[in-house]
């Protein structure tokens, strides 16, 4: 968890009129192959909005082990041409794929019967109350304010109950965790994780893996963590591609 000292820091920096409480559902994708995890790919449906996350090209970032670099887009279009670019699969949208009893069929829905024509289901279900803490530090080095967002997120998984979990009677549905989002472009001779460890130095984490829990080194994400719990075989086929990664940061 994010410590209380850490969040009393967090709360000394902002006004209660910045502060924003968030509330998420997100259900991720995949086919029976996980074909799209295989790849690094994470599809979710966001409350009601379709998205896509995908790894930006290969960082030679000596400390890029704690921040995450990915693209997202919530454009079906966008999400269509990435996939079929990283695994061949065309998620077209098609009259087929609309179901005949909903002439007024939600975009969501129609998205969801797109990808259940193509054998992709959701194996995760994960609701967050997110707190944001919305930051401007200034470093001296760089001369210019850097934005950024500090999201403190405390998770309740749905337990699968689909016959293919293993016994989870004994496994918590809780985490917590935080991150930290760089919103600002940075100068092209900077490198991003140095920045953050110095945002987060000026917040007085000297060590990011602190930022969480004081455990020393950053913690799962919170889909990492529900396929570590819930579903560890998939777990384990992504490790071994390394597109699982802890982070404590993220752009």
């Known amino acids: 968890d994010v410590t209380p000292s850490i969040e009393q820091k967090l709360l000394s920096r902002c006004t209660a009129t910045e502060i924003k409480q968030i509330r998420m559902t997100d259900k991720y994708f995949d086919d029976s192959n996980l074909t799209l ?127 293919a979990t293993e016994d989870t009677s004994d496994v918590s549905r809780h985490y917590n965790l935080g991150e930290l989002e760089l919103l600002s472009s940075l100068p092209d001779r900077c490198i991003p994780s140095e920045v953050m460890i110095e945002v987060l130095a000026e917040l007085g984490i000297d060590n990011p893996g602190s930022f969480n829990a004081g455990t020393g080194r950053a913690r799962r994400g919170k889909v990492e963590e529900f396929l570590a719990r819930f579903r560890p075989s998939h777990f384990e086929s992504a490790r071994k591609v390394s597109s699982l990664r802890t982070k404590a940061c993220r752009m």
């Open 37 to 163: 995890t295989l790849q690094d790919l994470w599809l979710r449906q966001r409350n009601a909005t379709f998205e896509l996350k995908w790894p930006k090209s290969p960082s030679s970032d000596k400390n890029a082990s704690f921040v995450d670099s990915y693209n997202e887009s919530c454009s079906w279009e966008v999400i269509r041409e990435v996939v079929k670019q990283f695994t061949g699969l065309d998620l077209e949208v098609t009259e087929t794929v609309i179901p005949s009893s909903c002439e007024g069929a939600s975009q969501p829905s129609i998205l969801e019967n797109c990808l259940l024509q193509n054998g992709i289901l959701s194996f995760a279900e994960i609701h967050t109350q997110r707190t944001r803490y919305p930051l401007t530090v200034s470093l001296s080095r760089l001369g210019i304010p850097i934005q950024f967002n500090v999201d403190v997120d405390k998770v309740t998984y749905e337990v699968p109950n689909d016959g």
